[in-house]
């Protein structure tokens, strides 16, 4: 008898509901403070930045937060997405454990990143914006927010760091096809970019960056247009649990309930859009899931960064929360995997970390890229590199299950394809990739600039 090899939902079972996180964590959450006077933020200095609809999500205890009608048309353009059981993977690995994975990447813009463009969109529309701004790494991003904001009539400004401007052209062309203007940071728009650029004229840029630039757009508009964050803040999170709500469903069609859940990490919101919901089994139904965050030896924000007090941006405009961080001038080495190259990460997953109901990896380069060719070779979808890193952290699980002589079930999240990363895949073949181990020293240098905040109680 053959395997069944695809779990599919039907339209109407679309989760109606997002889940937050904060409506269960046993780790209180610590407060946001003000960049400038270290006090925690009022709604008035979000407010500059957010819709207020956003604004009251992120601060949010609700377990289920409910999902406009105008949200789920456009999620049923791609939702639900597809679980696979990638049968061929674990025959190419000779393994007993059995490898299933959520596959984001059959939304129009190729990644998870709509979930949560899709309704910031919205509520920014029905808000009054007139225009948004936001940061893209890899363009991912920036491609989803693009074309969300396409469908709810708002214009777009993206600040794209210039190395992957450089590296991967069409994800410009795609975000300029929705309607979106592209500039690659650092830029000479702003007072921030200019600063960058008067010191270092060649600067590659770096999130952190690209969030300043476009965060200072924002907030000298006098209120006609707001910023966009595609990951690490908490409604990012809380939107991007349509994954996990799903593949709960899927898993329980494939008769099977995963041991262990993984999914990359840049600013943490796809791994949290799978791994949430399994922790809510573990917290509220004594499931035992193991949860996995897989994070780039070169941006080991949870494996070797600290947890601390740090500004989200690199020209400390953006507030200051409590995250593992490598510092908020942190330089990242250029991997190929652009949406992990931020600074921090969720401080929701720090605080889950923190108190040992999470798990992190790190892994290199090279053995991130072999994954994810292993991957297309095998299951015929190339990966984006971000995704890679799922994948190189779900075939070492499954090495591992071999070597022990154990049937585990492993689930991951494939946050997106790489069909506009071929640039990336002929740098590997060509053998011009390296492994970067992001050195203590240049850590510790970051470290020292932290605000000196003093901790609250
Ligand atoms: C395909 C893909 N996966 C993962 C990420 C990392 O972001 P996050 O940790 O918020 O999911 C990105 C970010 O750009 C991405 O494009």
Not at 209 to 219: F, L, M, Y
Not at 260 to 273: D, L, T
Not at 297 to 304: R, V
């Amino acid at each position: 008898m053959s395997t069944q090899t695809r779990f599919l939902l039907k339209e109407s079972d679309l989760p109606k509901f997002w889940y937050n996180i904060n409506g269960d964590t046993p780790v209180a959450p610590a407060p946001v403070l003000h960049p400038q006077t270290f006090e925690p933020v009022s709604p008035d200095f979000l407010s500059v930045l957010f819709p207020m609809e956003l604004i009251l999500q992120e601060v949010s205890t609700e377990r289920f937060i409910e999902i406009p009608e105008e949200v789920l048309e456009i999620y049923r353009l791609y939702r639900p997405t597809p679980l696979h059981r990638a049968v061929r993977l674990e025959k190419a690995l000779g393994t007993p454990a059995h490898i299933y994975y959520k596959h984001e990447g059959v939304s129009p813009a190729g990644s998870h990143k709509p979930n949560t463009a899709i309704p910031q969109a919205f509520y920014n529309k029905i808000s009054g914006t007139k225009a948004l701004t936001t940061e893209t790494g890899a363009g991912q991003w920036g491609s989803a927010l693009a074309m969300a904001c396409n469908f709810f009539n708002l214009d777009l400004e993206v600040y794209m760091v210039k190395v992957s401007y450089n590296q991967k052209p069409y994800r410009r062309i795609m975000m300029q096809t929705y309607g979106a203007q592209v500039y690659a940071s650092p830029t000479d728009r702003t007072h921030f970019g200019r600063s960058i650029l008067a010191d270092f004229p060649d600067s590659p840029g770096s999130l952190g960056i690209a969030i300043s630039e476009a965060v200072e757009v924002a907030a000298t508009s006098g209120g006609s247009k707001k910023y966009s964050l595609g990951s690490v803040l908490n409604h990012v999170l809380t939107h991007q649990s349509v994954i996990g709500e799903e593949a709960l469903k899927q898993m329980d069609m494939a008769g099977e309930y995963p041991d262990v859940v993984i999914g990359c990490v840049g600013g943490g919101s796809n791994f949290a859009g799978i791994a949430y919901p399994f922790l809510r089994e573990n917290l509220r139904n004594g499931q035992h899931t193991r949860l996995v965050a897989v994070e780039p030896t070169a941006t080991p924000s949870l494996t070797k960064g600290i947890y601390t007090f740090d500004y989200g941006d690199t020209a400390k405009m953006a507030p200051i929360v409590k995250m593992h961080t490598l510092g908020h001038d942190f330089m990242p080495a250029p991997i190929h995997a652009g949406g992990l190259r931020y600074h921090g990460m969720a401080p929701s997953i720090c605080a889950l970390y923190d108190a040992g109901y999470l798990e992190a990896v790190a892994v290199h380069q090279l053995a991130t890229f072999e994954a994810g060719v292993l991957f297309a070779r095998t299951e015929g979808i190339i990966p984006a590199p971000e995704s890679a890193h799922a994948i190189r952290g779900a075939i070492n699980e499954a090495l591992d299950a071999k070597e022990k002589g154990e049937k585990r079930v492993i689930l991951f999240n494939l946050s997106g394809h790489g069909n506009f990363d071929m640039a990336s895949y002929e740098a590997y073949f060509n053998g011009n990739l390296q492994d970067y181990e992001y050195p203590a020293e240049a850590i510790e240098v970051s470290l020292a600039n932290l605000p000196k905040v003093k901790v609250p109680a």
